[in-house]
C-alpha cells in the first residue's frame, strides 16, 4: 500500500507516537473481519450484495482499516458473517472504542 | 536500448501518476489543512485501486474514498454512503471537493455527541458513589464529632 506523498505536517516523532494507535486497532479489526468473512465463505462482493450496497469498495474500505463498520449495519454485517450480533459489536468496540469497552465491560483481559 | 514508457492504462490496477494527481489537485486544501491530514491508497480484494482521503489525527479515519471500479470512478464517504459515481474522475474529484466541507462539519458533531456520551457514563458511575459518601459523611460526622 502506498502513502500520500502530500501527509501533513505535524513532526514525525509526534505521528508515530499518536496516530498509530487508532489506525492500528482499525486495521485489526479489519483483519479481524476480512478473516471472519473468509471464514464464512463469502467475497467482498458476496457481502456488499448480502448487505444491500450497490458496490462492495466500502467493505474493502474497512475491512483495509480506513473506516468502521458503521453502527446501522453492524447487526446485519454480524448476521451475515453468522455471528451473535452483540458479541460482535463488542468485540468491535475493542479495536473502535478501547476505552468505552474497558469502561462498559471492564479490563481487556 | 531505449525503453519506451506506458502510461498505466486507466481502468486497472493501481492508480496512474495522471489520477492522482488529479485527486489531490482538487482536495489539496484538505489535505494542507494541517493537524496530520493525508491521503493513503489501497486495493479491494479484486485489484480495483482505492483513494482514501484521511481526517486529522488522532484518529486519520477515511473521510472520503474514491475507488475506480470497471472504468467507472466512485465516491463513498467513510460511513460507505455512495455520494457520486462517474466515468470522468475529474468531475468525480470535483464532487469530492464539494463533499469534504459538509462532511467537516457531521465530523465534529459525532465527536462531540461520543464525547457527550463518555461523560455522561462516568458522571452515572461516579455520581452515585459521592452521593453514599457524602451521605455516610453525614451520618458519622455526629459521632466522630461526640468522640472527639
Not at chain 2, 464525547?115 to 462516568?122: L, Q
Request: aromatic share 8%; with cysteine.
Amino acid at each position: 500500500m502506498k502513502r500520500g506523498k502530500h501527509q501533513e505536517a505535524l513532526p514525525e516523532k509526534l505521528q508515530r507516537k499518536v496516530a498509530p494507535e487508532a489506525r492500528q486497532l482499525r486495521k485489526q479489526a479489519g483483519d479481524w473481519l476480512k478473516q471472519r468473512r473468509a471464514d464464512a465463505g463469502l467475497s467482498q462482493i458476496d457481502l456488499a450484495a448480502r448487505l444491500g450496497l450497490k458496490y462492495y469498495t466500502f467493505i474493502s474500505q474497512v475491512e483495509n482499516g480506513f473506516s468502521r463498520v458503521p453502527t446501522e449495519i453492524m447487526a446485519a454485517w454480524a448476521v451475515e458473517l453468522g455471528l451473535e450480533p452483540a458479541a460482535f459489536a463488542k468485540h468491535l468496540l475493542l479495536y473502535y472504542e478501547p476505552e468505552l469497552h474497558r469502561l462498559l465491560f471492564g479490563a481487556k483481559k | 536500448m531505449s525503453v519506451v514508457a506506458f502510461e498505466r492504462k486507466p481502468g486497472a490496477g493501481l492508480w496512474s501518476e495522471t489520477e492522482l494527481n488529479i485527486m489531490v489537485a482538487a482536495l489539496n486544501d484538505a489535505i494542507a489543512s494541517g493537524n496530520g491530514r493525508g491521503w493513503e491508497t489501497g486495493m479491494t480484494e479484486k485489484g480495483d485501486a482505492q483513494f482514501y482521503l484521511l481526517g486529522p489525527l488522532p484518529d486519520q479515519a477515511c473521510e472520503l474514498c474514491v475507488s475506480r471500479v470497471g472504468g467507472r470512478y466512485i465516491l463513498e464517504d467513510g460511513s460507505g454512503r455512495l455520494l457520486f459515481e462517474h466515468q470522468s474522475l475529474a468531475l468525480v474529484a470535483l464532487h469530492a471537493k464539494a463533499a469534504v466541507r459538509s462532511i467537516r462539519g457531521w465530523t465534529l458533531a459525532r465527536a462531540v455527541l461520543l464525547w457527550c456520551t463518555i461523560r455522561h457514563m462516568i458522571h452515572d458511575k461516579v455520581e452515585p458513589l459521592l452521593t453514599e459518601s457524602e451521605e455516610l459523611l453525614v451520618e458519622l460526622a455526629p459521632q466522630l464529632a461526640a468522640f472527639a
